[in-house]
């Protein structure tokens, strides 16, 4: 199994900063991608950014700009920087990690338990 743990996140003013952090942990034989997804109440789960496979860094365009995915210094870890928060982005934020499971030599999609972001006055 791939386990996910993140953290982070919590109450900020519009025009703040808050960063998230994710770390994957198990039997992991190699990562393909690490992103950030969100759901806001009423909304379906949307794609907020990714490092891909090969390497590039794509964001949503709402958040083209203000976010940054950043790989972390320990291994099987991502970060979501963001900044000049909106009350838009208000939502629950999900670490995800696809890649192969090295018990089974398998793919996995694995994903974190939530983090809550509120942006708010």
């Known amino acids: 199994q791939v386990q996910v743990v993140q953290s982070g996140g919590g109450l900020v003013q519009p025009g703040g900063s808050l960063s998230v952090y994710c770390a994957a942990s198990g039997s992991i034989l190699s990562i393909d991608t690490m992103g950030w997804y969100r759901q806001a109440p009423g909304k379906q789960r949307e794609l907020v950014a990714v490092?891909?496979?090969?390497?590039?860094?794509d964001y949503a365009d709402s958040v083209k700009g203000r976010f940054t995915i950043d790989r972390g210094s320990a291994a099987n870890t991502v970060a979501l920087l963001m900044k000049s928060l909106k009350p838009e982005d208000t939502a629950l934020y999900y670490c995800?990690?696809?890649?192969?499971?090295?018990?089974?030599?398998?793919?996995?999609?694995?994903w974190g338990q939530g983090t809550q972001v509120t942006v708010s006055s």
């Open positions: 490092i891909t496979s090969g390497g590039s860094h």
């Open positions: 995800n990690v696809r890649g192969i499971y090295g018990g089974r030599y398998s793919n996995f999609d694995a």
